[in-house]
C-alpha cells in the first residue's frame, strides 16, 4: 500500500541552492498539496492542485513552484533556498477538498 | 479570522484515565471537521470526521469526537488513554470561505504518563 510517496527524506541545502522534492500518489486522487511544518505553527499550505495541469497557490507560496503534468505527480521546486525555508515539508492527496487527506512520510530539509 | 483553534499546546493525561483535546472552530455554513494525529517523524493519519448526521462520532484507536454547533467545538476524546495515545494532533475544518480548502489548527502534544 504505497500511498503517497515523497523523495528525499532528508536534505541540507545551501544557501541559494535549488532542488525539487518529488511527490507521487497511487490512489488516483485528483486533489494534490504540499504543506510546510514549522514547530507550533500547524501546517501551511504552499500550494496545490485540484488535477493534472492545475496549479494554485496556497498560504505561503513564496519561493516556491509547482507543477502538475500527471495526475500521479506533484513536485515542489524550490528556488534560491533560503534558511526560512527549513522546515518538514509534507506532500498529501485526497480526493476533493471535504474527504480525508493521505499524507506522505515527510521530507526534513535543512537550508544552511 | 482564524477557522481553527486549538487552544491547549499540550495535554498530560496519566495512562487509564479519560482525555480530551479540544478544537473550537469559526466559518460559515455546515462545518466539515476533522482530526488527525501525527506520531514522531511520520506523516499526518486521519482519525475521524464530521460532516453530518450524529453529533458523536467514532474513528480509529477507540478515539472519538463530539461535534457541539452552539458551542462551535469538536473536542476529541478518549474513555481510558494508552501511553502509545502520545503524540501530536490536529484538528481541521473544510473552510469553504477559504475555497473550500482544509485549514489546520497548530497542533495539541498528548503525553500519556505511565
Known amino acids: 500500500n504505497a500511498g503517497v510517496t515523497q523523495t528525499p527524506k532528508f536534505r541540507i541545502l545551501k544557501i541559494g541552492q535549488s532542488m525539487t522534492l518529488q511527490c507521487t500518489q497511487d490512489m488516483n486522487h485528483n486533489y494534490m498539496y504540499w504543506y510546510r511544518q514549522d514547530p507550533g505553527m500547524g501546517l501551511k499550505l504552499i500550494y496545490y492542485s485540484v488535477g493534472a495541469g492545475i496549479t494554485d497557490k496556497g498560504e505561503v507560496p513564496n519561493g516556491y513552484n509547482v507543477s502538475r503534468s500527471t495526475t500521479e505527480d506533484f513536485p515542489l521546486r524550490l528556488e534560491l533556498a533560503a534558511p526560512s525555508q527549513t522546515s518538514v515539508y509534507f506532500c498529501?492527496?485526497?480526493?476533493?477538498?471535504?474527504?480525508?487527506?493521505?499524507f506522505g512520510e515527510g521530507s526534513w530539509l535543512t537550508v544552511v | 479570522a482564524q477557522s481553527v483553534a486549538q487552544p491547549e499546546d499540550q495535554v498530560n493525561v496519566a495512562e487509564g484515565n479519560p482525555l480530551t483535546v479540544k478544537c473550537t472552530y469559526s466559518v460559515s455554513g455546515n462545518p466539515y471537521l476533522f482530526w488527525y494525529v501525527q506520531y514522531p517523524n511520520r506523516g499526518l493519519q486521519f482519525l475521524l470526521k464530521?460532516?453530518?448526521?450524529?453529533?458523536l462520532v467514532k474513528g480509529s484507536y477507540g478515539f472519538e469526537a463530539e461535534f457541539n454547533k452552539s458551542q462551535t467545538s469538536f473536542h476529541l476524546k478518549k474513555p481510558s488513554a494508552l501511553v502509545s495515545d502520545s503524540a501530536l494532533y490536529f484538528c481541521?475544518?473544510?473552510?469553504?470561505?477559504?475555497?473550500?480548502?482544509?485549514?489546520f489548527g497548530k497542533g495539541t502534544r498528548l503525553h500519556i504518563l505511565p
Open positions: 464530521y460532516i453530518t448526521g450524529d453529533n
Open positions: 498529501a492527496s485526497s480526493y476533493d477538498f471535504g474527504n480525508t487527506i493521505y
Open positions: 481541521a475544518v473544510r473552510d469553504r470561505e477559504r475555497d473550500d480548502k482544509i485549514i
